[in-house]
C-alpha cells in the first residue's frame, strides 16, 4: 500500500493552466505505476492519464491528449499533471491513483479498476 496525496486544484478560467501535484511520501514510490483520474458530479470516474514506474511510457485520454502533459520525478515521489488550454468540462474532482506491481516500461494501464490505492482528490473548477 502507498498513500497518496493531491494538490494543485483550483479556479481558472476557460484557456488557463493548472498543475497538479501527487506525492508520495513512502520510498517505495518508483515500484507504482502512476495515474490521474477525474470525476465529476453525476458521472463516473474517468481515466485521465498515466505514467509508467520509470516515467519513460505514458497514456491519455483522448480528452486531454494535446493539452495535457504527465510527469514523474521519483527523486522526489512526486507525480505532475500539467494540464493547459483548460475547458469547462474539465471541472471535476482529480484523483491519484497508484498500482503496484508492473514491470519497468510498461505500458500504464487506464483502467481504475486495476488500481487500489487512492488519494481523497482535489477540486478543478473552469469557468467559462
Known amino acids: 500500500q502507498v498513500r497518496v496525496g493531491e494538490s494543485g486544484g483550483g479556479q481558472v478560467q476557460a484557456g488557463g493552466s493548472l498543475r497538479l501535484s501527487c506525492a508520495a511520501p513512502?520510498?517505495?514510490?518508483?515500484?507504482?505505476?502512476m495515474a490521474w483520474f477525474r470525476q465529476d458530479r453525476g458521472k463516473e470516474r474517468e481515466f485521465v492519464a498515466a505514467?509508467?514506474?520509470?516515467?519513460?511510457?505514458?497514456r491519455y485520454s483522448d480528452s486531454v491528449k494535446g493539452r495535457s502533459t504527465l510527469s514523474r520525478d521519483n527523486h522526489v515521489n512526486t507525480v505532475y499533471l500539467q494540464m493547459n488550454m483548460l475547458k469547462p468540462e474539465d471541472t471535476a474532482v482529480y484523483y491519484c491513483?497508484?498500482?503496484?506491481?508492473?514491470?519497468?516500461?510498461?505500458?500504464?494501464?487506464?483502467?481504475?479498476?486495476?488500481?487500489?490505492?487512492w488519494g481523497q482528490g482535489t477540486q478543478v473548477t473552469v469557468s467559462s
Open positions: 491513483a497508484a498500482k503496484a506491481g508492473d514491470p519497468l516500461l510498461t505500458r500504464p494501464s487506464g483502467d481504475l479498476r486495476d488500481y487500489n490505492n
Open positions: 513512502e520510498p517505495t514510490f518508483s515500484l507504482y505505476t
Open positions: 505514467v509508467s514506474r520509470e516515467g519513460s511510457k505514458k
